[in-house]
């Protein structure tokens, strides 16, 4: 009887469990990272112009930087 049934593949895949979870958490971590330095320079980036630049002295800093994240 047992010798006639087929073997099933093993459902548990540690890839799937384990390995990409933990890979994608990495990521998610790095992009944070990538994103708060964009954020950083625009900040700066921002207030150099603001200080610098009469044609961006009416806008707000906010503005600025706000202008500068959508140019990705």
Known sequence: MYAETPLRKPTFVISKAIIKPIGAFF???????????????????AQHLKATNKDFRHMSISDIVNKIMDDK
């Open 27 to 45: 990521v998610r971590i790095y992009d944070a990272f990538i994103e708060a330095r964009r954020l950083q320079a625009a900040m700066h980036t």
